[in-house]
């Protein structure tokens, strides 16, 4: 079974300062995928960055860039430059192979202040 | 991008009536469709695993019975919430995999489900 886990409830940033979000999980599965989901107060979810696992480089997407130590099984999400469209629930996922239902953690809920 | 639309985006119904939500991919085929529940500051919870022409698999403790799910065509499938209780109130979210590239997940935008 997978499991995530993110240990922040809630967080808060000063805007235009940089914030790190944590993630760790567990898998059986070697070729995996790994993910940071935005969920703004409209319920949509928006994909913001995913990892391949088989990938030694961390993925980078504009201000939002992951930490990914495969051996720790640890996936954080670094916001730089926060703004406050920024504000939104995280939740942080794994897809143990193609074609099979991500595994959510609880979610961390970022508040950034102007 | 791909897009996925759930209809309706918001229901209200008595208790003991049946709900239908629906899925659809937009613009893509999605041989296989995730319906995820979602209670109020809480995660989203896989439900089922809805594949096309065959039945859904359900997630253990989700009473298949209850919800009842159909993948009629690669781009719709559906979800009867049958006898509906209040406690079935609860945002449901369902998500598509693109047919070619199975590690792309795309997302409804929910359905708000109160049940009186």
């Known amino acids: 079974a997978q499991t995530v886990t993110q240990s922040q409830p809630e967080m808060s940033v000063q805007e235009a300062e940089t914030v790190t979000l944590s993630c760790t999980y567990d898998t059986s599965e070697n070729n995996y995928y790994l993910f940071w989901y935005k969920q703004p107060p409209s319920r949509q979810m928006i994909l913001v960055i995913r990892?391949?696992?088989?990938?030694?480089q961390n993925a980078t997407e504009n201000r939002f860039s992951v930490n990914f130590q495969k051996a720790a099984k640890s996936f954080s999400l670094k916001i730089s430059d926060s703004q406050l469209g920024d504000t939104a629930m995280y939740f942080c996922?794994?897809?143990?192979?193609?074609?099979?239902?991500?595994?959510f953690g609880k979610g961390t809920r970022l508040s950034v202040i102007a | 991008g791909a897009v996925v639309s759930q209809h309706p985006s918001w229901v209200i119904c008595k208790s003991g009536t049946s709900v239908k939500i629906e899925c659809r991919s937009l613009?893509?085929?999605?041989?296989?469709m995730f319906w995820y529940r979602q209670f109020p500051k809480q995660s989203l919870m896989l439900m089922a695993t809805s594949n096309e022409g065959s039945k859904a698999t359900y997630e253990q403790g989700v009473e298949k019975d209850k919800f009842l799910i159909n993948h009629a065509s690669l781009t719709l499938s559906t979800l009867t919430v049958t006898s509906a209780h209040p406690e079935d109130s609860s945002f449901y979210i369902c998500?598509?995999?693109?047919?070619?590239?199975?590690?792309?997940?795309?997302f409804g935008p929910g359905t708000r489900l109160t049940v009186l």
């Open positions: 996922a794994v897809q143990p192979s193609g074609n099979t239902p991500l595994v």
């Open positions: 990892q391949e696992a088989y990938k030694q």
């Open positions: 613009d893509f085929q999605a041989t296989t």
């Open positions: 998500s598509a995999i693109l047919a070619v590239n199975y590690n792309e997940q795309f």
